[in-house]
């Protein structure tokens, strides 16, 4: 049984940074594409980053890109998303979520995703 386990979250001060990280168990991680998501207050979930197993060109959300990283540590089954120049807006609980067989069309997707780890949140301060 595939098993996620996010860490990381924290109050961090608008402008910093911070890095997620997702640990996986369970399955052959080499196998599965990753992805971040991300639950504001009062808000649906929404797609953050990801990546396929063989690494890759990884997928942002426009309104991440050039300030989020998304990687992956095949050999430690790791996942991170490194995150800086934070604002107020990238508050929330962020997801880490596995698929097995998720095509480059469905990154984005959520019902791709077969495992979700339960979640870790990042409070932007001002």
């Known amino acids: 049984q595939v098993q996620l386990v996010e860490s990381g979250g924290g109050v961090v001060q608008d402008g910093g940074s911070v890095r997620l990280s997702c640990a996986f168990s369970g399955g052959a991680f080499r196998t599965y594409s990753m992805g971040w998501f991300r639950q504001a207050a009062g808000k649906e979930r929404d797609f953050v980053a990801a990546i396929k197993g063989n690494g890759g060109t990884p997928r942002y959300a426009d309104s991440v890109k050039g300030r989020f990283t998304v990687s992956r540590d095949n050999a430690k089954k790791m996942l991170y998303l490194q995150m800086n120049s934070l604002k107020s807006e990238d508050m929330g609980v962020y997801y880490c979520?596995?698929?097995?067989?998720?095509?480059?069309?469905?990154?984005?997707?959520?019902?791709?995703?077969?495992?979700w780890g339960q979640g870790t949140q990042v409070i932007v301060s001002s």
């Open positions: 979520a596995a698929g097995a067989r998720i095509i480059s069309s469905t990154l984005e997707t959520q019902t791709a995703y077969d495992h």
